[in-house]
């Protein structure tokens, strides 16, 4: 009988052993017994755990030959970057005649090192109870470490700055709360925005503004001490910790840090041979004074930045702290005056694009959302059964702001804040209009740039359940984007797919890669793009061919089909001619609900 890991397996190699005759203990019997075990042997070795065999393939991995290791033990692998912890494990484990399963860093021959998945099986050949020899097996897994370890990497860093990202940020923070130093000392967190950067970007293009970027971030890293951490939230917005600060000195010991900081940005940047300079501008919350918790603290830092950035057109600092941002007009940053002022060849003012992102951004987070519920009207009887809900911001003044105006200054963190708010009251209107038997459907926006974010689901399904919706009273209609990758968006689709949440594919037909999306994730609508159709007038034929090619593939993928941008009874018309079965646009009134 041949034995290992405790089980017992009916072989016959004990009984027909041509190495040693009947009693299976000669190396024929515990290779034949080892093959059951494992058809990819490396070493065999006694109950000493000396080595009697090794395979080829085990030489042409390590660089040892039989005349190197016959006779050794194992353990000469291993080396000083090897985990104790995991050699403890294999010891214990054979100890106790159990199967080792594990990875483990050795070394070979010629001192260079391999990370090998490694699996010991101990065995009993014959019918004694003792174990006789042990088999492993080795296979070189360095390449699958080393992809592995620059997945990670990459999941958590930023790829333009190679600083940690918003992932790896936001665990930082969790980190400095929860392990925040005791008694005199104190951690700080601060949010930075680059002032006006957006300028870059859209003037000399996204190339030059990362080059701004891992220009600054280098220059920052270089004025930190250590123990405090620069990371990436997106954007032009940054996440500093300062570690480890004398409480009682604090408000005397900052000025000379953000000193020290501000640095980074008096002198210009140079890409191209161009000379660019930027400004920034930072909140900074205390620990535990401003929070106890991460989210409060982010709070209370994103409170403390936009107050110096309101208040740097009087002259104030570029900093400010969450204690001072509601009490005085300075701050502790008033000693210091703001510099960094916008000059990229005369292309815009430090009032510019700034001031306005922090216009929309602030409106945003003192919940100025106005929703406009756009009713989609089904074109073969008239009924109304579905509103698709539009955000918009309310600035000071009492103006409404269009999405065209406000998107392009808001980040990845801002969108999910705008989405959050219009599901809210999206799921809030039709839970008030449900009637007996009658409870209309809602279609939200849905950025793709939030997809990452792996609370989305969860938080959808809480709303839903809060409003006392069902899922599938809910569409998420996919906006155009470029800036994500097939399989991020597919995993979180199929996760809302899954739940029961009806999904579209907006504005079919602006770019992206649409079809190849239409293909990949588990649509059951399209809306066709407003702008396929802006010269119906002038090209009719082409362009009623092109919403009568879209609404038969449409049909054949099964997909309901709508058509957006109907403005007129003329156009409206032809789309219910060639059978549309659902239109949008501004020739139906709209309801409009304010935050």
């Given at each position: 009988?041949?034995?290992?890991?405790?089980?017992?397996?009916?072989?016959?190699?004990?009984?027909?052993?041509?190495?040693?005759?009947?009693?299976?203990?000669?190396?024929?019997?515990?290779?034949?017994?080892?093959?059951?075990?494992?058809?990819?042997?490396?070493?065999?070795?006694?109950?000493?755990?000396?080595?009697?065999?090794?395979?080829?393939?085990?030489?042409?991995?390590?660089?040892?030959?039989?005349?190197?290791?016959?006779?050794?033990?194992?353990?000469?692998?291993?080396?000083?970057?090897?985990?104790?912890?995991?050699?403890?494990?294999?010891?214990?484990?054979?100890?106790?005649?159990?199967?080792?399963?594990?990875?483990?860093?050795?070394?070979?021959?010629?001192?260079?090192?391999?990370?090998?998945?490694?699996?010991?099986?101990?065995?009993?050949?014959?019918?004694?109870?003792?174990?006789?020899?042990?088999?492993?097996?080795?296979?070189?897994?360095?390449?699958?470490?080393?992809?592995?370890?620059?997945?990670?990497?990459?999941?958590?860093?930023?790829?333009?700055?190679?600083?940690?990202?918003?992932?790896?940020?936001?665990?930082?923070?969790?980190?400095?709360?929860?392990?925040?130093?005791?008694?005199?000392?104190?951690?700080?967190?601060?949010?930075?925005?680059?002032?006006?950067?957006?300028?870059?970007?859209?003037?000399?293009?996204?190339?030059?503004?990362?080059?701004?970027?891992?220009?600054?971030?280098?220059?920052?890293?270089?004025?930190?001490?250590?123990?405090?951490?620069?990371?990436?939230?997106?954007?032009?917005?940054?996440?500093?910790?300062?570690?480890?600060?004398?409480?009682?000195?604090?408000?005397?010991?900052?000025?000379?840090?953000?000193?020290?900081?501000?640095?980074?940005?008096?002198?210009?940047?140079?890409?191209?041979?161009?000379?660019?300079?930027?400004?920034?501008?930072?909140?900074?919350?205390?620990?535990?004074?401003?929070?106890?918790?991460?989210q409060s603290i982010l709070r209370s830092a994103d409170e403390a930045l936009y107050a110096?950035?309101?208040?740097?057109?009087?002259?104030?600092?570029?900093?400010?702290?969450?204690?001072?941002?509601?009490?005085?007009?300075?701050?502790?940053?008033?000693?210091?005056?703001?510099?960094?002022?916008?000059?990229?060849?005369?292309?815009?003012?430090?009032?510019?694009?700034?001031?306005?992102?922090?216009?929309?951004?602030?409106?945003?987070?003192?919940?100025?959302?106005?929703?406009?519920?756009?009713?989609?009207?089904?074109?073969?009887?008239?009924?109304?059964?579905?509103?698709?809900?539009?955000?918009?911001?309310?600035?000071?003044?009492?103006?409404?702001?269009?999405?065209?105006?406000?998107?392009?200054?808001?980040?990845?963190?801002?969108?999910?804040?705008?989405?959050?708010?219009?599901?809210?009251?999206?799921?809030?209107?039709?839970?008030?209009?449900?009637?007996?038997?009658?409870?209309?459907?809602?279609?939200?926006?849905?950025?793709?740039?939030?997809?990452?974010?792996?609370?989305?689901?969860?938080?959808?399904?809480?709303?839903?359940?809060?409003?006392?919706?069902?899922?599938?009273?809910?569409?998420?209609?996919?906006?155009?984007?470029?800036?994500?990758?097939?399989?991020?968006?597919?995993?979180?689709?199929?996760?809302?797919?899954?739940?029961?949440?009806?999904?579209?594919?907006?504005?079919?037909?602006?770019?992206?890669?649409?079809?190849?999306?239409?293909?990949?994730?588990?649509?059951?609508?399209?809306?066709?793009?407003?702008?396929?159709?802006?010269?119906?007038?002038?090209?009719?034929?082409?362009?009623?061919?092109?919403?009568?090619?879209?609404?038969?593939?449409?049909?054949?993928?099964?997909?309901?089909?709508?058509?957006?941008?109907?403005?007129?009874?003329?156009?409206?018309?032809?789309?219910?001619?060639?059978?549309?079965?659902?239109?949008?646009?501004?020739?139906?009134?709209?309801?409009?609900?304010?935050?």
């Open positions: 009988m041949l034995k290992h890991n405790g089980g017992t397996h009916s072989s016959g190699v004990g009984e027909h052993d041509p190495g040693r005759g009947d009693d299976g203990s000669g190396l024929a019997g515990v290779l034949a017994a080892a093959r059951t075990a494992t058809a990819d042997i490396a070493v065999i070795t006694d109950a000493e755990q000396l080595i009697t065999y090794m395979s080829a393939s085990f030489t042409a991995m390590t660089g040892y030959g039989p005349a190197d290791l016959i006779g050794e033990n194992c353990r000469v692998l291993q080396g000083p970057g090897t985990d104790p912890g995991t050699t403890r494990q294999i010891k214990d484990l054979l100890a106790s005649g159990q199967v080792f399963e594990g990875e483990i860093l050795n070394y070979r021959k010629d001192g260079s090192v391999f990370w090998a998945e490694l699996k010991i099986v101990p065995m009993w050949v014959g019918t004694g109870s003792e174990v006789t020899h042990y088999v492993s097996v080795q296979r070189d897994i360095s390449n699958k470490v080393a992809l592995l370890k620059q997945l990670e990497a990459q999941a958590i860093h930023d790829r333009v700055t190679g600083l940690p990202n918003r992932i790896a940020a936001e665990r930082a923070v969790d980190e400095a709360v929860q392990y925040a130093p005791d008694g005199d000392r104190r951690v700080a967190v601060g949010l930075i925005d680059l002032d006006d950067f957006r300028v870059v970007n859209n003037t000399l293009g996204h190339a030059a503004g990362d080059s701004v970027l891992q220009q600054w971030a280098t220059r920052v890293l270089a004025r930190l001490r250590d123990g405090d951490v620069l990371a990436r939230m997106g954007g032009d917005e940054f996440l500093l910790i300062l570690g480890s600060i004398n409480r009682a000195t604090l408000h005397e010991d900052l000025p000379g840090i953000m000193d020290r900081l501000h640095e980074a940005v008096e002198k210009p940047f140079t890409v191209n041979d161009q000379q660019i300079s930027i400004g920034m501008s930072m909140g900074i919350a205390v620990v535990p004074e401003d929070g106890t918790d991460s110096a950035k309101e208040r740097r057109s009087d002259g104030a600092s570029w900093w400010e702290t969450a204690a001072n941002a509601h009490t005085h007009p300075g701050g502790l940053g008033s000693r210091r005056s703001a510099g960094g002022a916008w000059d990229v060849m005369g292309l815009g003012s430090r009032e510019g694009e700034g001031t306005e992102s922090s216009i929309y951004r602030k409106a945003l987070r003192c919940g100025n959302v106005v929703v406009h519920f756009q009713p989609i009207v089904d074109l073969r009887d008239g009924l109304v059964t579905l509103f698709e809900a539009l955000a918009r911001l309310e600035v000071p003044g009492g103006r409404i702001a269009n999405p065209d105006e406000f998107l392009p200054h808001l980040d990845p963190a801002d969108l999910r804040i705008l989405f959050d708010h219009v599901l809210d009251q999206g799921l809030a209107l039709i839970a008030g209009w449900d009637r007996p038997g009658v409870r209309p459907n809602i279609a939200v926006n849905l950025p793709p740039e939030i997809l990452h974010d792996i609370t989305l689901v969860s938080s959808i399904g809480e709303q839903l359940r809060t409003h006392n919706i069902e899922p599938g009273g809910l569409g998420l209609e996919l906006l155009e984007s470029q800036t994500l990758s097939l399989e991020t968006q597919r995993a979180a689709l199929q996760q809302l797919s899954e739940i029961g949440v009806r999904l579209a594919m907006d504005d079919l037909g602006s770019g992206h890669s649409s079809l190849q999306r239409l293909s990949s994730f588990p649509f059951t609508a399209i809306k066709l793009d407003r702008g396929l159709f802006l010269h119906v007038y002038a090209r009719p034929l082409e362009t009623l061919s092109i919403m009568a090619t879209l609404l038969q593939m449409g049909r054949d993928l099964g997909m309901t089909v709508v058509i957006e941008g109907l403005e007129d009874e003329a156009l409206t018309e032809a789309a219910s001619i060639l059978g549309v079965p659902l239109g949008q646009g501004y020739y139906w009134p709209f309801a409009v609900e304010r935050g």
